[in-house]
């Protein structure tokens, strides 16, 4: 079942005709109307008339995080303030987030892929969605819930946590279709059994997961536990959200949705495009965006393209599971996490340098972070309270700052390894 | 009248402890008073030494975290209701205590208490125009 057939099973030739038409309207777009990607293309020595075919998108500069924090908020929009209906952020290192928006037209482009998406998966309009992803500032909620409502599901919109409500509407409401990140669809899973709940009781069959790093255990182990087809979606706010690719049943890779997105791997270190099957950076230029058209977007996702035909008739390339990145974010419960968030809240709190490490391990289903903190003269105290009074401090702003809890550790100086050059900043323990 | 203490951060693990007084050990220093304050995670190591500075100087060079902290040594009447009397005598002023601690041994027939407190010299007032003895530093360090 498709929910655009005429795109999603499009021959390649009339994509790629399809693409450079989009592509080349795109970058005309951005040039007239963004300063920043003006003097890009001017100091690369590229006008969007130079980009006759896809392959000289070569050419044209990248596009980093970077660029949209530089811009904050609204300074690489295209459309005036009174064209976007919906703005979305994440968390930021320096208080600042990164912000994206949407036109009526953006909003209704990403309802029609998370449609898809939801098709794709075997969903229709005789299913019950339950949408566990957070609602809010973050894509992963309302992206979700406008695709179901347009492929005409019906939605509950019940949010991230609270598991005894999301367990009870599962069975009152006879839950078909799971969407949340697949830590927590893994703990789910758990508090059903431990709620003595039959798996034969309730209607569940499909589950759609992504927003952080998972693996084929994980989908066995998920697949066991919920008694469904787990399957992976693949997103991110600087492109449009969720929706920038989804897994068939097939299984066998996350279809990206070229029609709107030109994706390319690239060599992290060179910048050089690498030829499909090769391991590389994944780099994104929306085709139809218009509140925040976004060029050559490095996503630091490290991934593999392939074009054979797929099983399900789809002829959209796909993107293998995303196996790491090329920066050192992390992703803790479905959060963006960098080190250089918790450092900056560290330095509030102390005038040096802050030795640190950040240790994240899975308990059960759900991650923890552990943040290891040398204790210095300047943060000591005799008294047990007033070293308290600091961690729950200190805890609180990275609870603020970042949306995830915390555990906070103080250690000895010279406790945490220092090394040559890039200090090790993260232990990451977890086995996905 | 104040006697310094060294406060040593430790972490909740095995052979820091030992650590500790092994660099004391090394540089002739003795322990007078002692007292270890700990949570699930770490400790906080307080003592009276002879020669503070000295202590200070060896355990930061031994990579510790180290803080002086002054603090008050009282004689405390060793008979029932002795502490009971110095107590009284500071809630009666609004003194609040962060802790205490008894040293080791004692300078007269009397027992010996490190009391930390935040207005320490008020505290000090306090006791002395109730003609309780404070011992001072030159005192303490040299028992």
Same mark, same amino acid.
Do not use: C
């Given at each position: 079942m498709y929910w655009q057939e005429e795109y999603e099973t499009i021959t390649r030739d009339k994509l790629e005709e399809?693409?450079?038409?989009?592509?080349?309207? &795109?970058?005309?777009?951005?040039? =007239?109307?963004?300063?920043?990607?003006?003097?890009?293309? =001017? /100091?690369a020595g590229i006008q969007p008339g130079d980009v006759k075919s896809l392959a000289d998108l070569q050419k044209v500069p990248f596009t980093v995080k970077q660029d949209l924090r530089d811009h904050y908020p609204f300074g690489l929009f295209t459309v005036p303030m009174d064209e976007v209906v919906r703005l979305?952020?994440?968390?930021? &290192? &320096?208080?600042?987030?990164?912000?994206?928006?949407? &036109?009526?037209?953006?909003?209704? +482009?990403?309802? =029609?892929?998370?449609?898809?998406?939801?098709?794709? /998966? $075997?969903?229709?309009?005789? =299913?019950?969605?339950? %949408? #566990?992803y957070g609602y809010g500032l973050f894509t992963g909620g309302i992206g979700v819930h406008y695709g179901a409502e347009r492929m005409g599901a019906t939605v509950v919109p019940i949010s991230g946590g609270n598991t005894a409500r999301q367990l009870m509407l599962m069975q009152d409401f006879g839950t078909s279709i799971l969407t949340c990140t697949p830590s927590y669809a893994l703990?789910?899973?758990?508090?059903?059994? %431990?709620?003595?709940?039959? !798996?034969? %009781?309730?209607?569940?069959?499909?589950?759609?997961? $992504?927003?952080?790093?998972?693996?084929?255990?994980?989908?066995?182990? !998920?697949? #066991?536990?919920?008694?469904?087809?787990?399957l992976d979606i693949y997103g991110l706010s600087e492109v449009i959200g969720p929706g920038v690719s989804m897994e068939c049943p097939e299984k066998k890779g996350m279809h990206i949705f070229e029609d709107h997105f030109l994706a390319e791997i690239i060599d992290p270190e060179t910048g050089k495009q690498l030829p499909y099957g090769q391991p590389g950076e994944l780099v994104i230029t929306s085709l139809t965006k218009e509140a925040l058209p976004i060029i050559r977007y490095r996503t630091r996702d490290i991934t593999v393209l392939n074009e054979d035909t797929c099983g399900c008739g789809r002829t959209f390339v796909r993107m293998q599971r995303v196996t790491g990145r090329t920066d050192d974010m992390l992703i803790i419960r479905g959060v963006n996490v960098f080190p250089s968030q918790i450092e900056s809240v560290l330095l509030e709190f102390g005038d040096t340098e802050p030795h640190y490490l950040l240790v994240v391990d899975r308990k059960g289903s759900l991650d923890n972070l552990e943040i290891w903190v040398e204790l210095n003269?300047?943060?000591?105290?005799?008294?047990?309270?007033?070293?308290?009074?600091?961690? %729950?401090?200190?805890?609180?702003?990275?609870?603020?700052? !970042?949306?995830?809890?915390?555990?906070?550790?103080?250690?000895?100086?010279? +406790?945490?390894?220092?090394?040559? $050059?890039?200090?090790?900043?993260?232990?990451?323990k977890r086995e996905l | 009248m104040k006697v310094k203490q060294i406060s040593v951060f430790l972490e909740n693990k095995s052979g820091r402890l030992a650590q500790v007084t092994r660099v004391l050990g090394e540089q002739n220093i003795n @322990?007078?008073?002692?007292?270890?304050? *700990?949570?699930?995670?770490?400790? @906080?190591?307080?003592? @009276?030494?002879?020669?503070? *500075?000295?202590?200070?100087?060896?355990?930061?060079?031994?990579?510790?975290?180290?803080s002086t902290t002054d603090v008050i040594a009282v004689e405390v009447g060793d008979e029932p209701g002795g502490l009971a009397r110095i107590m009284e005598?500071?809630?009666?002023?609004?003194?609040? @205590?962060?802790?205490l601690y008894a040293f080791l041994q004692k300078a007269t027939n009397a027992a010996l208490v490190v009391f930390r407190v935040e207005l320490i010299d008020e505290a000090i007032d306090v006791l002395q125009k109730n003609n309780v003895n404070i011992l001072g530093g030159n005192r303490v360090y040299t028992l």
């Open positions: 399809l693409q450079l038409q989009r592509l080349q309207q &795109t970058l005309q777009r951005v040039y =007239d109307k963004i300063p920043f990607y003006r003097q890009a293309f =001017d /100091a979305h952020a994440s968390s930021g &290192t &320096t208080g600042k987030p990164t912000v994206v928006g949407y &036109t009526k037209k953006d909003i209704n +482009t990403w309802a =029609d892929l998370m449609a898809r998406a939801i098709v794709m /998966a $075997g969903g229709s309009k005789k =299913d019950v969605l339950q %949408n #566990a703990f789910l899973g758990e508090e059903i059994h %431990n709620a003595g709940i039959d !798996l034969q %009781n309730l209607k569940l069959r499909v589950g759609i997961f $992504g927003a952080e790093p998972w693996s084929e255990r994980m989908r066995e182990q !998920l697949e #066991a536990k919920l008694n469904i087809t787990a003269d300047k943060f000591f105290s005799d008294k047990i309270r007033a070293l308290e009074d600091l961690e %729950n401090k200190i805890r609180g702003r990275i609870l603020s700052v !970042l949306g995830i809890s915390a555990r906070l550790k103080f250690v000895e100086p010279r +406790t945490i390894p220092r090394s040559e $050059g890039k200090a090790k900043r993260v232990i990451d | @322990i007078r008073a002692l007292s270890i304050a *700990d949570t699930t995670d770490f400790g @906080i190591l307080r003592l @009276i030494v002879n020669d503070p *500075d000295s202590a200070y100087q060896a355990l930061k060079e031994a990579g510790f975290t180290v005598i500071l809630q009666q002023r609004g003194i609040n @205590i962060e802790y």
